[in-house]
């Protein structure tokens, strides 16, 4: 199979001795990889189980398990070679088209009489509408109403229309209020990625005083680190996915890779100069597109880490639009992706990000 590699998250810590000197180095500074294996001792009555279950019993016994930190952002997951090993699930279910059918009409299908507009109106676009959230996050909060009632409906013309869309609400907002400059944008598709209503809208912030605390954590991590270290943060972390073979095709200006420290389940990450670039906006289109088409991701989110829209007292220069997609698991599973592991400590991730970044670069495969 040409352009498939054999490489394996579990593998990681060879991966990155074999790199280059420099990239080596890199990988040094951004990551902590450690390796371990758990072990255990199944009663000879498991033992059929375990076989028709994992394949066979030596599979259990020795578990491989890496855990990878983020040293600059102390982001984390753990990797298990038992899971990550599956193929990745891909499933399509019918019953799902069905239900979302079955809310065709909503208030969503007829924005103009079904949802409030903001106290500066709506912004209008070839693909969408924008409304005024009814019970909000935030002082601003709209949301960015797709015409098409399937949110899966999507294209990368879509999606760039959506963020431009949403762009234009955050400029309108800051004439509103000039100091509400700090703006996101995210997108919960479905109810199993927090999705209250199943016709396609994405929702827009925008905050006053600081960003929000996750986008300036990064603003912080990413400022000391090139303190520390006299890099650019963002170049040393592409650079790095890239040379392991994590990179995925993204238009020109525009870097994408599935991220060696996933929040959840194949989680891509999208590295752009700005939210206002065709480039990205099409790419992060694109992306979705193929997950959809060639991961068979039905629920996920989406979410944009812009800078203040106009200049603020702490140093955002240099500081990229971080764009992160993350798949939140079949809408037919009734458990939770989520736990206290993933709230508290550390995120634990079955998709191997090197089969996703494969996948994506050399479209469907007979992943059996
Ligand atoms: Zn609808």
């Known amino acids: 199979m040409s352009g498939t590699s054999e490489r394996r998250i579990t593998d990681l810590p060879t991966l990155i001795e074999a790199l280059a000197p420099e990239d080596r180095a890199a990988a040094g500074r951004l990551f902590d990889v450690v390796a371990t294996t758990g072990r255990l001792d199944p009663p000879e009555a498991m033992r059929a189980w375990i076989e028709r279950s994992f394949g066979s019993v030596e599979a259990v016994t020795e578990q491989r398990i890496v855990k990878v930190t983020n040293r600059a952002t102390l982001e984390g997951s753990l990797f298990n070679g038992l899971r990550a090993s599956r193929p990745l699930d891909t499933g399509v279910s019918v019953d799902l088209e069905r239900e979302i059918e079955a809310t065709v009409g909503d208030p969503f299908c007829r924005p103009e009489e079904g949802t409030p507009a903001d106290v500066f109106g709506r912004v209008r676009g070839g693909y969408s509408v924008t409304a005024s959230n009814v019970a909000k996050y935030d002082g601003f909060h709209g949301v960015v109403v797709f015409d098409d009632h399937n949110p899966l409906h999507l294209t990368p013309e879509k999606v760039s229309d959506y963020i431009s869309v949403a762009l234009e609400w955050c400029r309108r907002a800051l004439q509103t209020d000039p100091a509400a400059k700090y703006p996101f944008l995210m997108w919960n598709c479905l109810w199993r990625a927090g999705g209250s209503i199943i016709h396609g809208h994405a929702q827009v912030t925008v ?22 270290h006299g890099s650019d943060y963002f170049d040393d972390l592409c650079s790095v996915h890239g040379a392991l073979g994590l990179g995925i095709p993204a238009e020109e200006g525009t870097r994408a890779f599935a991220s060696l420290v996933p929040i959840k389940e194949k989680e891509l990450v999208v590295i752009g100069r700005n939210p206002e670039d065709e480039g990205l906006q099409l790419t992060v289109g694109a992306l979705l597109q193929s997950y ?8 996920f989110n989406v979410a944009f880490y812009m800078p203040p829209l106009t200049p603020a007292e702490d140093d955002w220069s240099g ?3 971080v764009v992160h997609v993350v798949d939140r698991g079949s809408p037919a599973n009734r458990t939770s992706d989520i736990g206290a592991m993933e709230l508290y400590a550390a995120s ?13 670069r050399n479209g ?3 992943d059996t």
């Open 207 to 228: 905050t006053r005083g600081t960003h929000y605390p996750r986008v300036e954590r990064l603003r912080r991590a990413a400022a000391f680190y090139r303190a520390r």
């Open 292 to 299: 959809l088409q060639t991961l068979g991701v039905r629920a």
């Open 319 to 321: 500081f990229p639009t």
């Open 348 to 360: 634990v991730v079955a998709s191997d990000p090197f089969r996703v970044a494969d996948r994506l």
């Open 364 to 366: 469907p495969l007979e």
